[in-house]
């Protein structure tokens, strides 16, 4: 491994909008700062498990299903 390719990482405060706080190392800020994140721990996907929903109306997604449909990976 290349030295000195990696940037410093260190640890700083995390204060969500809930007032929630946790210590985590990261490459933002410098030593002790705090990062208040906008993000609701109790509704965000990322903290709750939630599913992602793919919503195309006719757009890209429609028409690469339409175009590669006939296609079969590794089924014969």
């Avoid at 030295?3 to 410098?30: C, L, Q, Y």
């Avoid at 903290?47 to 793919?54: A, R, V």
């Amino acid at each position: 491994m290349k030295a000195d390719i990696h940037p410093a990482s260190h640890f700083i405060k995390v204060v969500m909008t809930n007032g929630t706080e946790f210590t985590t190392r990261s490459t933002w800020g410098k030593e002790g700062d705090t990062l208040n994140l906008d993000v609701d721990p109790t509704t965000h996907p990322a903290w709750t498990g939630g599913t992602q929903q793919l919503m195309d109306r006719g757009g890209r997604l429609s028409k690469f299903n339409s175009r590669f449909s006939g296609l079969s990976f590794g089924k014969k």
